[in-house]
């Protein structure tokens, strides 16, 4: 009897050792496809996001937005150097495309900057009539070109109109010294007033720069930055927020201005450093509570800080977070899509255009994750230089729920005021897109897309 007994349990000890892996794999089989299942989840729940709210009638439309358009163009021969040059510096080694786009004198840098003889005109009629050219010169109802650099928009529910605000740089390019950075004299802010984003009205310059009081923020010799005009729904008044800066950048503040009207005239209030911390480019977002908060580069520009506006919306509350830590991004634009928040910002590079990324939370507080690159089209060239621009706003067509347009500014360092303007459709949908640095398992951010095109229309029912 032992002896059975003891044959049994070895039996039995085989058989279970059989089973194991059996039940590991069944385990392991399980959780892939568990997994597989979530991913399917967020993918049907991302594409939804994107389309769920349009209408059939519009989807031709945002699917010609959203077509790959490719550029064969070539890049002419590189500038020829002055002789006397190249003999005082020594050999020369071959300049970098980005340097030879740079130089106001190259070939290349022409080909991105074409003469106003192409400009986009609100005065002339035919097949141009509401078509957007990205980098062309883009004209005013007067015939004037628009000058509202590094601005963003806001839509007015009292005048159902559209104002553009920026930076009015149509003044001579300097160096205050040879190392200095490019600049013109603070001129102010200017403000134009549109109904179809195509056709824009002069509503002159809002927030005039000073000319005789050197100590003021807005002296002539100062420097003023990405203005961005918000409404408080509270106080009725419009609410102005801009980096202030002096010459050699060292001020690092922001600035806060406000006004009864949108048209202006605004009234400069103070400048202050948030938290304490330098605080460079900036913008301001507005939620869809009514709460707002500001972003802004800091530390050196090596990352973001994120802070609510108290309800006035003239300053910050003790609450701030640090985000994108030793990312060394600027140019922020942040919106919104279906409760997520995104942000596309720009490389630390000078006036050099770069690669933008994506940035997505489920908290405007973070954590933000960074998605990637959202360029599409064009060639690796546009691509790795965001089309040759830099981000300042995303605006929402609020027809078409999920696209956007992204405005974005190609900088003249050259001649400053002959900066050009790039909008481009956003689109939202398709594949998830998964983060470069998430922290959950799976990815579940709707992907961003920027889409190039020579020229494109805004599509029907828009609005």
Avoid at 214 to 241: A, C, F
Avoid at 286 to 296: E, H, T, V
Avoid at 319 to 348: D, H, N
Wanted: hydrophobic share 35%; with cysteine; net charge positive.
């Amino acid at each position: 009897m032992p002896t059975v007994s003891v044959v049994s349990k070895g039996k039995l000890k085989m058989r279970n050792k059989q089973r194991k892996p059996y039940v590991l794999n069944f385990i392991v089989w399980g959780l892939v496809g568990f997994a597989l299942v979530v991913c399917l989840f967020f993918i049907s729940r991302q594409v939804k996001t994107g389309l769920g709210h349009i209408g059939s009638s519009h989807l031709h439309a945002i699917r010609e937005l959203e077509k790959v358009e490719e550029e064969q163009f070539r890049l002419p021969p590189p500038h020829k150097l002055n002789p006397r040059a190249v003999k005082r510096r020594g050999p020369h080694k071959a300049l970098k495309i980005i340097d030879e786009y740079l130089d106001g004198s190259s070939a290349l840098h022409d080909s991105f900057f074409p003469s106003e003889t192409t400009a986009i005109n609100p005065l002339k009629g035919g097949n141009d009539s509401m078509s957007f050219y990205p980098g062309r010169v883009w004209l005013d109802t007067s015939g004037n070109a628009i000058q509202a650099h590094g601005g963003g928009t806001l839509y007015d529910h009292k005048t159902s109109k559209y104002y553009w605000y920026g930076e009015n740089k149509d003044g001579p390019t300097y160096q205050v010294h040879p190392e200095g950075a490019p600049r013109v004299d603070l001129i102010g802010v200017s403000c134009y007033s549109s109904e179809d984003l195509w056709s824009w009205t002069n509503e002159g310059i809002v927030l005039p720069g000073e000319r005789t009081n050197i100590t003021h923020d807005l002296h002539k010799s100062k420097v003023l930055e990405r203005p961005k005009v918000i409404h408080n729904d509270r106080t009725g008044q419009y609410i102005m927020w801009m980096h202030i800066d002096d010459a050699n950048y060292t001020k690092a503040s922001v600035g806060v201005a406000v006004s009864d009207s949108p048209t202006g005239p605004f009234t400069y209030l103070y400048s202050f450093r948030p938290h304490g911390f330098d605080s460079r480019d900036m913008t301001v977002f507005k939620d869809d509570d009514g709460m707002a908060y500001l972003f802004y580069s800091s530390r050196g520009n090596t990352e973001l800080h994120v802070s609510p506006l108290t309800k006035d919306y003239l300053n910050v509350t003790l609450a701030m977070r640090r985000i994108l830590i030793r990312r060394f991004r600027e140019a922020p634009a942040v919106f919104k899509v279906e409760g997520t928040y995104y942000m596309i910002t720009s490389r630390c590079s000078g006036w050099a255009p770069n690669p933008a990324l994506a940035h997505a939370a489920h908290s405007i507080m973070g954590p933000w994750e960074t998605l990637g690159n959202p360029c599409v089209g064009g060639n690796h060239f546009l691509r790795l230089t965001t089309f040759l621009s830099q981000s300042t706003f995303v605006l929402p067509l609020p027809g078409l729920p999920g696209t956007f347009i992204f405005m974005a500014d190609r900088w003249n360092p050259s001649d400053l005021r002959d900066s050009r303007y790039v909008w481009l459709p956003l689109s939202f949908g398709g594949l998830a897109d998964e983060a470069l640095d998430y922290s959950f398992g799976f990815p579940s951010w709707s992907r961003v897309s920027i889409y190039w095109h020579r020229k494109w229309r805004l599509p029907e029912g828009w609005r």
